[in-house]
């Protein structure tokens, strides 16, 4: 990454993206009347919204690359921070959402930590490791929710009468 602008446009579509599929997850949740893991992804979503809304005005008055979505230098197919929506279930419990959402937190931290640690832009360098610090505060927030939700039982997924798709 060698702008600052190119930066911003990669921050912000990252936190879009992440937004946006908690609130995906979040509404397929809702859906199971699961409203406590429906209430996390959906605080999750607001978390990332906070952070779309810094990496926005960072960009106020630049003019940011309009970048298509191959164009995008992530370390993988998605944004870092997007977590993975085919690893909900309808009956996943608050633990598996705060792994869900502490994974997805972890692998932005890393992004950022990296953006900080290996660009020749010294003001990148410097807004990478803002973020990055951010992401660990958020790493932070998830693990202390974490230790109050342990892990369910193996059998977490059972249902004695699960949902059947009419043809």
């Keep these: 990454m060698e702008t600052v602008e190119e930066f911003i446009a990669h921050a912000i579509a990252l936190e879009e993206d ?69 690893a909900t279930h309808y009956l996943m419990t608050p633990h598996h959402a705060l792994v869900m959402a502490l994974d997805s937190e972890k692998r932005a931290q890393v992004y950022y930590a990296g953006l900080a640690d290996g660009s020749d832009n010294a003001r990148i360098r410097e807004l990478a490791a803002e973020f990055a610090e951010e992401e660990s505060e958020h790493v932070a927030l998830l693990e202390a929710m974490l230790a109050k939700y342990p892990a369910p039982p193996a059998d977490w997924d059972e249902d004695m009468d699960p949902p059947v798709a009419v043809d």
């Design 18 to 86: 992440s937004a946006v599929r908690f609130d995906d997850m979040a509404d397929a949740l809702d859906v199971h009347q699961n409203h406590e893991v429906t209430d996390l992804f959906r605080k999750m979503a607001h978390y990332s919204r906070l952070h779309l809304a810094e990496a926005r005005k960072l960009g106020e008055g630049m003019t940011l690359p309009d970048l298509k979505p191959w164009e995008f230098k992530w370390p993988n197919a998605e944004p870092p921070e997007t977590p993975d929506q085919d």
